[in-house]
C-alpha cells in the first residue's frame, strides 16, 4: 500500500476548533496518530505545516499524507527459551507468561518468533512475522506450543488443527464452581461489536467454538481449577467462555472481575498432544505450571 492523500476543505462549523480534534472527528485515524503526522509535518493547513493545537477558520483547504507503513520483519533475538522437545521437523517449547508469540502491531519485538529464529532456520515457512506458527497462547497464558520447522511440516499440523485431532488441555483457576462440573460449552465467537479489542459470544456471525471442561477442585473461598480442552481454536476462546458462563478466569485483564490483583490470567496450557507428521507416531508434552500459578494455587488452598 503505498502513500494516502486526504484533502478536506474545511466547513465554516470548523472555526475555532482544534485542527487534531476536529481531524480525528472527521477521519477514522486516532488523534494520536494524527498528531504524530502533524508533528512530522505531514498535515498541511493552506499549504503549510502546522501545530496540533492551531485553531481554525473554518473554510481551509487542509492536506493529509499518510505514509506507507514500514515493512515489519520478525528479526533474529537472543532470548532465552525454555524447549520441552526439537528434532528436524518441529519444537515444542513451554511460553513464559508476557511473551507475545509473533510480532504485530505494538509488539515488534521480544516475540517467541523473535527468540526462535535466533535458535533454528524457520525462513519461508508460513509468512515473515509467523514463520513455523500453527496455533497461538495468549500473551499473559503459559504453556505448551509445537512449531513447524518446515512447510511440510507447518501445513501437516496445521491441517490436524483445522481436523480436530490436535488434543489440547488447559489448567484454569476460575471463579466460583461450574453447574455441572463436567461440561461442553458451544457458541459462537466473533470480535465484540462495540469494544473491538475483546471477543464475545454472538447470537448471529462468529465461528462456533467448542470447549469442555471439568471441575478437578473446590477451592476456598469458592474457587475452583478446571481442566479445559480445546475443540476448536478461537481467539481468547476459554476466557470468553469462562466469562460466558459466569466463572471468569482469575487475574483476566478483560475478561475478569475487578480486584483481581494477578500478573494475568491464571490459565496454562498444560499438555499438547499430535501425531508426527513425519514419523506418524503420536506425541504428547505436558507441562506443569509456572510458579505464580502454583503459589496462587497453594494459597487458595488455605482453610
Known amino acids: 500500500m503505498g502513500e494516502q492523500v486526504y484533502r478536506l476543505t474545511l466547513p465554516p462549523e470548523a472555526k475555532g476548533e482544534r485542527l487534531d480534534v476536529f481531524l480525528a472527528s472527521q477521519l477514522s ?107 497461538r497462547l495468549d500473551k499473559d497464558t503459559t504453556g505448551i506450543l509445537v512449531v513447524a520447522k518446515d512447510e511440510r511440516t507447518h501445513l501437516a499440523l496445521a491441517q490436524q488443527i483445522k481436523d480436530r485431532t490436535v488434543q489440547r488441555s488447559y489448567l484454569a483457576l476460575v471463579h466460583g464452581v461450574p453447574t455441572p462440573r463436567e461440561g461442553i460449552i458451544t457458541t459462537r465467537i466473533g470480535r465484540h461489536p462495540i469494544k473491538r479489542k475483546r471477543m464475545a459470544v454472538l447470537a448471529e456471525g462468529g465461528r462456533i467454538a467448542i470447549t469442555r471442561y471439568r471441575v478437578d477442585e473446590v477451592l476456598q473461598a469458592r474457587y475452583s481449577l478446571l481442566t479445559v480442552w480445546l475443540e476448536t481454536g478461537r481467539t481468547h476462546q476459554i476466557r470468553v467462555h469462562m466469562e460466558y458462563i459466569g466463572h471468569p478466569v482469575l487475574g ?52
Open 29 to 135: 485515524m486516532t488523534r494520536s496518530r494524527l498528531q504524530r503526522l502533524i508533528k512530522q509535518e505531514f498535515v498541511h493547513v493552506e499549504g503549510q505545516p502546522v501545530r496540533s493545537a492551531h485553531r481554525l477558520n473554518g473554510g481551509e483547504t487542509v492536506t493529509i499524507r499518510v505514509p506507507p507503513p514500514a515493512p515489519l520483519i520478525a528479526q533474529p533475538e537472543d532470548i532465552p527459551l525454555k524447549i520441552i522437545y526439537e528434532d528436524e521437523h518441529l519444537i515444542v517449547v513451554d511460553k513464559p507468561r508476557g511473551m507475545v508469540v509473533h510480532p504485530a502491531a505494538g509488539h515488534h519485538s521480544g516475540t517467541l518468533v523473535n527468540a526462535l529464529l535466533a535458535h533454528c532456520d524457520l525462513k519461508g515457512i508460513n509468512d515473515r512475522l509467523r514463520p513455523g506458527i500453527v496455533h
Open 252 to 303: 483476566d485483564p478483560i475478561y475478569g472481575r475487578r480486584g483481581d490483583k494477578l500478573p494475568g490470567q491464571a490459565l496454562h496450557a498444560a499438555r499438547l498432544g499430535f501425531t508426527h507428521p513425519a514419523t506418524g507416531q503420536y506425541m504428547e508434552f505436558a507441562s506443569d505450571p509456572p510458579a505464580d500459578f502454583q503459589a496462587l494455587l497453594a494459597s487458595l488452598r488455605v482453610k
